[in-house]
């Protein structure tokens, strides 16, 4: 083999390398960042539910495992798998990876069934700090503060970065990020 065969391959290797090491995850990290979509189911096939967005006529296909949350919008209760049909108006909570097939697919974190108006709205919590009556939490996404006032939930206290919670709230201070004071809120197993 030629020097420069030689060459052209150890340099190859190490740019295979360096940009490997590049992406890999390092601790500390803030958490992957939730992506968002409104719209109607438009298939089901097993573990695996297209999404139509009511707006922009984009769809996602999700995968749903057995750590995905279905959850009614209005009350925040389980919803069972079987109980979703093609037509079904939600708001899907999803990771921002995704294959780059058409429709794209992607790991459902959440289904909150309902046309969003009223809904909970699913975060992660990515920093949570104690205030005078409850916490106020920033979600993973670093665009949104959520103040959860201890009469609303007396275990918001306990929650850590990584931890779920759906949350309703009436309004939104249209800062940056984000401001708001949940009306109600949930944590999430």
């Known amino acids: 083999m030629s020097k420069k065969i030689k060459f052209l391959l150890l340099t190859a290797m190490c740019l295979i ?9 390092t601790p500390g990290q803030t958490l992957d960042s939730v992506m968002r979509m409104h719209g109607t189911i438009t298939e ?3 573990d ?14 999700l995968i749903v495992r057995w750590d995905t949350e279905i ?20 708001t899907a909570y999803y990771s921002p990876i995704s294959t780059r097939s058409l429709p794209p697919q992607s790991k459902a974190y ?4 309902g046309n969003g ?6 975060m992660k919590v990515n920093e949570v700090e ?18 959860i006032p201890k009469t609303v939930e007396d275990d918001a206290n306990e929650l850590k970065k990584g931890d ?26």
């Open 17 to 25: 390398f360096s940009t490997t090491m590049a992406f890999a995850a």
């Open 44 to 46: 089901i096939n097993d």
């Open 48 to 61: 695996m539910i297209t999404i139509q967005d009511t707006q922009s006529n984009q769809s996602v296909a």
């Open 71 to 90: 959850l009614n919008g209005r009350n925040g209760e389980d919803v069972d798998l079987n109980r979703l049909h093609v037509g079904d108006e939600l």
């Open 110 to 113: 959440a289904l909150v069934m």
């Open 117 to 122: 108006e009223h809904d909970a709205i699913y």
């Open 130 to 147: 104690k205030v005078k009556d409850g916490v106020r939490i920033l979600n993973s996404n670093n665009d949104v503060y959520v103040t």
């Open 164 to 189: 779920a919670i759906l949350v309703w709230y009436d309004f939104m201070a249209l800062s940056m990020p984000g401001q708001a004071t949940a009306t109600k809120a949930k944590i999430l197993d």
